[in-house]
């Protein structure tokens, strides 16, 4: 607000276009981060462009809703622009995003869309590329991503004959609430990234199939918009990355809390970012490698952007404060993120509701083994030293990375998991087709359970036992060769460092 009570101009705002001072206009607010242009993990030289203009077209897709306020002291948010007055960015439209365009125009319609692999590779060639890195990328060489596809294929049927399968049945229920399918929609930051509508593409189409959506904590919706977007009576989970300001936790639980979300999943697996190299990569390319600070010192942003918009994660959470959580909510707790049978038995020795077995989609600790290894273990520890089977309605086990086909899930179920999560296969379904491509990859999960359940020879989930399975091979590490060739073609490899661009002539 300028100092008559009125919004600032655009031409005021424009006057702050430099380095010394620098401001940005987004959603329709005035920042001054003339001083936060070091610190920025994004670099300098992205704000810079923006510099006395709106940038809120760049900034939406790439940073959770308040991160701008929340990062920024109070007094650097100067108040409401006149919006009238602020002159329109142009967009330049570069080659590689016409040719991107066209590949758009160019994708198969979705009843040519087969699997939920499909998704991935008509995502890769259509996304922008900075958003497919994102997504895609995991950390370090990427053996666990790969692993936790790899290992269901470690896992074969032991299916039953000449029992009636004319009627079959996959639904169940998740903590006591009613599923269509034994999938959740995980929790996956940033969805702008890869469609406008980000997070809501999840909610509507997870109404539409009767499956529970877990809302990421760094989600690019906001929270509300997503709650409000959900159908009366739709369950949603909340992803929960704990801060190191626990008033803050506290605030953000029990509104999730009263704004109906049925049960709190806390992320136990990321202390701190892993190393996505890939899309490191992405932004040491976008950047000046030649920046240095006003201190004169390089800047080093080796973290990327996934740093910027976790630093408030606390990497001092522990087992003792378990009991806290207890005391501020009433809802079910789940660790999501559990990799030992060690640490599941001691979250129901903790008295919470369940674990999900899982390594973040491999973007955290390379080399941890797969939630559907872990599962063996833990339903064998279970049993022996706690005398619990599972799946059991007071512990709850779920397995997620790496799904993607009923069958899959299938051998979950088949071993006592309650449920899986899906992570990147949605992501991708969006950001190729929208809303209708997660109506899609969930039509085709139905269309898989349907039949896999008959040639298994079950009509519900119950009769998906463990004897079903024959896990003889999952602890053994050795990749099936030549392994999957849907996976392996969508799959990009690492990439080393190159040579800068030679431009002037030698
Ligand atoms: C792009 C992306 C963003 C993610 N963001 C989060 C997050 O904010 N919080 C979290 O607990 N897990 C996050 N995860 C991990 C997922 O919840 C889940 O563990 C993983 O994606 C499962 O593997 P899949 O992608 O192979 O299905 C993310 C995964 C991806 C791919």
């Known amino acids: 607000m300028s100092a008559q009570g009125q919004p600032i101009s655009g031409k005021t705002v424009a006057e702050h276009n430099s380095r010394q001072s620098c401001w940005i206009i987004v959603h329709g607010h005035v920042y001054d981060v003339t001083e936060f242009l070091d610190e920025h993990p994004g670099g300098s030289k992205i704000i810079l462009k923006y510099a006395g203009k709106d940038a809120t077209q760049e900034y939406e897709p790439i940073h959770p809703p308040n991160a701008i306020s929340d990062n920024l002291p109070k007094e650097k948010c100067l108040g409401p622009v006149d919006m009238g007055t602020v002159q329109k960015v142009e967009v330049k439209i570069t080659d590689e995003e016409k040719a991107r365009l066209a590949r758009v125009e160019a994708r198969p319609s979705l009843s040519e869309i087969l699997n939920l692999h499909d998704f991935e590779a008509i995502a890769k060639l259509v996304m922008p590329e900075k958003a497919w890195a994102y997504y895609s990328s995991a950390s370090d060489d990427e053996i666990t991503n790969r692993e936790n ?13 000449l029992r009636d399968v004319t009627h079959v049945d996959w639904s169940t ?12 929609i995980t929790a996956t930051a940033l969805g702008k990234l890869g469609h406008p509508d980000g997070e809501l593409n999840l909610t509507r189409s997870a109404a539409k199939h009767g499956v529970i959506q877990m809302i990421p904590t760094l989600a690019s919706c906001s929270f509300d918009e997503i709650v409000d977007a959900a159908q009366p009576n739709q369950v949603q989970f909340l992803q929960l990355y704990v801060n190191k300001d626990r008033e803050v936790t506290k605030r953000i639980v029990q509104h999730a809390e009263k704004r109906g979300i049925k049960a709190l999943f806390i992320t136990v697996d990321a202390p701190q970012l892993g190393r996505r190299e890939k899309d490191m990569r992405m932004k040491f390319e976008a950047d000046d490698p030649h920046e240095v600070s006003k201190s004169g010192d390089k800047v080093d942003r080796s973290q990327g952007a996934a740093k910027a918009i976790t630093g408030f994660i606390d990497p001092g959470l522990k087992w003792s404060d378990i009991p806290w959580f207890q005391s501020i909510t009433k809802m079910p707790l789940i660790l999501k993120g559990v990799q030992t049978w060690e640490d599941a038995l001691e979250a129901y020795d903790r008295g919470l509701a369940g674990v999900v077995l899982s390594n973040h989609g491999g973007r955290q600790l390379d080399f941890a083994r797969s939630g559907i290894e872990v599962l063996v273990e833990v339903v064998e520890k279970l049993k022996e030293k706690r005398g619990v089977t599972l799946p059991n309605e007071r512990f709850q086990v779920f397995v997620d990375g790496g799904v993607r086909r ?18 990147r296969p949605f992501l991708y379904a969006f950001s190729a087709y929208g809303q209708d491509g997660v109506d899609k990859a969930l039509q085709i999960l139905h269309d898989e359970f349907e039949m896999n359940l008959r040639l298994l020879g079950a009509n519900t989930l119950k009769d998906v036992v463990p004897d079903m399975v024959d896990t003889s091979n999952i602890h053994s590490h050795v990749v099936a060769v030549p392994g999957d060739r849907l996976y392996d073609n969508n799959y990009e490899s690492m990439q080393t460092a190159r040579l800068r661009e030679i431009k002037a002539k030698l």
């Open 173 to 184: 229920r998740i903590l006591g609430h009613q599923t269509t399918m034994p999938v959740y």
């Open 406 to 423: 009923a069958t899959d899930v299938l051998k979950a179920i088949a071993l006592g998991a309650t449920a899986v999560g899906v992570g």
């Open 149 to 161: 596809h790899a290992a269901y294929h470690r896992l074969w049927f032991r299916p039953r004959v």
